[in-house]
C-alpha cells in the first residue's frame, strides 16, 4: 500500500553532515505523521525524530539541535538533515509512515567514523 525508499546515507567524519531522503509512494493520503527510527548493533530500534501532517516536529534528545526533520509534500519526500554527526549516530535509519497501519523502508546505513 505504501512504499518507502531512504537514500543519502554513507561513510562520514565526525563533524560533517548528511541528508537522508524518504521518498514515499502508494497510498500516501492516509499518512498523518512520518518519522526516522535507527538501529545500531545491539540496540533497540529508537524514534529519531518525528513529523505530523501539521508540521509539528518532535526529536530524540540526543539529537536535538542537530537534526532537522522536514516534508516536501509535492514531492511526497520526508527529509533528515543530520549536521555535526557523531559516532554514536552511527546505526540503519528507517523511514516511517503512520496511517491505517506502520509502513517501513528498508533503511540506510550511516556511519560516523574517522
Known amino acids: 500500500q505504501v512504499r518507502l525508499v531512504e537514500s543519502g546515507g554513507g561513510l562520514v567524519q565526525p563533524g560533517e553532515s548528511l541528508r537522508l531522503s524518504c521518498a514515499a509512494s502508494?497510498?500516501?493520503?492516509?499518512?498523518?505523521?512520518m518519522a526516522w527510527y535507527r538501529q545500531a548493533p545491539g540496540k533497540q530500534r529508537e524514534l529519531v525524530a518525528q513529523?505530523?501532517?501539521?508540521?509539528?516536529?518532535q526529536y530524540v534528545d540526543s539529537v536535538k539541535g542537530r537534526f532537522t526533520i522536514s516534508r516536501d509534500n509535492a514531492k511526497n519526500t520526508v527529509f533528515l538533515q543530520m549536521i555535526s554527526l557523531k559516532p554514536e549516530d552511527t546505526a540503519v535509519y528507517y523511514c516511517?509512515?503512520?496511517?491505517?497501519?506502520?509502513?517501513w523502508g528498508q533503511g540506510t546505513q550511516v556511519t560516523v567514523s574517522s
Open positions: 513529523i505530523t501532517n501539521s508540521g509539528s516536529t
Open positions: 516511517n509512515a503512520l496511517g491505517s497501519r506502520t509502513f
Open positions: 502508494g497510498s500516501i493520503s492516509s499518512i498523518y505523521a
